[in-house]
């Protein structure tokens, strides 16, 4: 019961960023309708740039997540009016799917010829620090970054709900022919969009970096993640997101409770198959 | 008001409209009328700025606005009510109304006009809260037309208001849209496929074929011509 338990803990604590991972790809793709093959090396910059804060700096990882946002948010702005805005126009997804799977390994390699291949950490005097609650033990910082993930994505929330610019975005995803004849600007609101989306993966990064390892590749399992999360969860659909990424780190640690942690990938994939499958015949029924 | 001048415009290499003359005074109501696939979305989007003229001029209040961005248009005044009302489905009605108010202008006078369009369309204010895609068709298109007030247009322009609709819907509208001609001098450009509604609200009308005027004149006119009689309504 303890361990079971500390499991369904651990897994809530890993199933918050693969939730801030899909909420970000999703907001991207209910405007764009583009899907973001780099989504994962966007936290593994984010990574970095915390580490090199730390080291420049002597910032706490944590006090660094909202200039990593600030810094992440204006690569994605760039990105999106000097790479992606250009290529939306061809109407071509493959344009597309090359440019970001393109900027992924430029991004991944750029790191690699930068940092090493080195495994680096941030050293924090709380690291090894647990909160005993009751049978569950959490890690400190693990604890932090799950709680800023709550806060993060509630105020997310907040803004695509009430705010102007949020409520413009959503206009943008629902209806793009729409938003024109309103006067919505598109081009700024895929520039905002894409920007808030890669800074939602530069503060994932930045979360991470309080108890997880960084290299160059560090990206690439919460980017594939983040794919199942918004599949799972619905395209386009941002609560669906939050709850899919929870079920899928509670899944993750079950399986490695349960049958072995070396299954874990090959369990969530075919789960995520199974649920393509279910879903698929779901709608060929209803027809 | 509004004069267009050897307007032309379409899709890439196809050209839909041929040299588009017309024009639109002050409080006047307009009817562009044409079968399926004439021209007539062609040149509300032509006019409106979300698609190019090749050639022309649009001359509003004296200024050319056949090159401007639409959303440049759509500070001057003029808004559209767009083919197939094109509102956001999961946003509330409310929402979709805060939409229409697309500068410091239009959301300064917010409440205010939005105070007018729920006299004017009363259902808006008793589902407020609700999901646009849960209206009924009227119900969407007022909300269309509500939304259109909200930017404050000088000239308004409904683009098939009719399509999909029941007859009594499209009176209550078109009768909004003499209302405000009358009342708030707001020109009113209703390009429809229904001739006989048409004719029946507005004061002069021209009938699009093939992207080109083929005929204008008073509603009277129109009404009375052996071909629109012949062609449109089938006497």
Redesign the interface.
């Given at each position: 019961m303890d361990i079971f338990l500390q499991a369904c803990v651990n897994g809530l604590l890993m199933g918050g960023f693969y939730s801030l991972m899909g909420m970000g790809q999703n907001v991207i793709f209910g405007v764009m309708k583009i899907v973001n093959f780099c989504h994962g090396e966007m936290l593994m910059v984010g990574m970095y740039l915390t580490y090199m804060l730390n080291q420049v700096f002597g910032m706490d990882p944590y006090l660094c997540v909202p200039f990593v946002a600030i810094i992440m948010f204006g690569l994605g702005a760039l990105i999106q009016h000097t790479l992606i805005t250009p290529s939306l126009g061809t109407k071509s997804f493959t344009n597309l799917l090359f440019l970001t799977v393109g900027l992924g390994l430029l991004l991944s390699n750029g790191a690699l010829v930068i940092f090493g291949s080195a495994y680096r950490t941030i050293p924090t005097s709380y690291a090894r620090t647990n909160i005993s609650l009751g049978m569950v033990n959490i890690p400190l910082p693990r604890l932090i970054s799950f709680l800023v993930l709550i806060v993060i994505s509630i105020a997310l929330f907040i803004f695509l709900k009430k705010s102007?610019t949020g409520?413009?975005i959503?206009?943008v995803s629902?209806?793009p022919?729409?938003?024109?004849?309103?006067?919505?600007?598109t081009k700024k609101i895929y520039v905002l969009t894409y920007g808030i989306g890669t800074a939602l993966a530069g503060i994932a990064g930045s979360l991470l970096t309080g108890f997880y390892t960084i290299y160059p590749t560090a990206g690439a399992s919460f980017g594939f993640r983040a794919l199942i999360v918004v599949v799972v969860g619905g395209l386009g659909s941002i609560p669906g997101a939050f709850f899919a990424g929870i079920f899928l780190g509670l899944l993750e640690t079950m399986v490695a409770l349960f049958v072995s942690p070396s299954y874990s990938d090959l369990i969530v994939f075919v789960t995520f198959i199974v649920i393509l499958v279910v879903r698929q015949l779901i709608i060929l029924r209803r027809k | 008001m509004l004069k267009v001048q050897g307007l032309r415009a379409g899709y890439g290499a196809i050209n839909i409209l041929w040299d588009i003359d017309f024009q639109i005074s002050e409080g006047e109501i307009v009817a562009i009328l044409g079968s399926n696939g004439a021209g007539k979305t062609t040149m509300v989007r032509a006019l409106?700025g979300?698609i190019r003229p090749s050639a022309g001029t649009v001359e509003f209040n004296g200024e050319d606005l056949a090159k401007k961005s639409?959303?440049y248009i759509?500070?001057k005044g003029i808004v559209?009510v767009?083919e197939g009302r094109?509102?956001?489905?999961?946003?509330t009605v409310l929402?979709n109304l805060?939409?229409?108010a697309?500068?410091k202008k239009t959301r300064e006078a917010f409440q205010e006009n939005l105070k007018t369009a729920y006299q004017r369309f009363p259902r808006l204010e008793e589902r407020s809260r609700q999901a646009a895609g849960t209206l009924s068709g009227g119900e969407q298109q007022m909300l269309a037309v509500a939304?259109a007030l909200i930017?404050m247009p000088q000239l308004l322009i409904l683009d098939e208001p009719s399509l999909g609709l029941a007859p009594n819907i499209v009176d209550d509208i078109l009768q909004v849209a003499s209302d405000m001609a009358r009342k708030d001098n707001i020109s009113v450009l209703l390009v429809e496929q229904d001739i006989t509604k048409a004719l029946a609200c507005a004061d002069r009308g021209y009938v699009i074929e093939n992207g080109r005027i083929a005929l204008e004149g008073s509603s009277a006119e129109l009404s009375a011509n052996e071909h629109v009689k012949k062609a449109y309504l089938g006497i």
């Open positions: 102007t409520k413009q959503r206009a629902q209806n022919v729409g938003a024109e004849v309103v006067g919505i600007n | 409106t979300m639409s959303r759509l500070e559209q767009p094109q509102i956001f489905t999961e946003m929402e805060e939409m229409g697309f500068n939304r930017g």
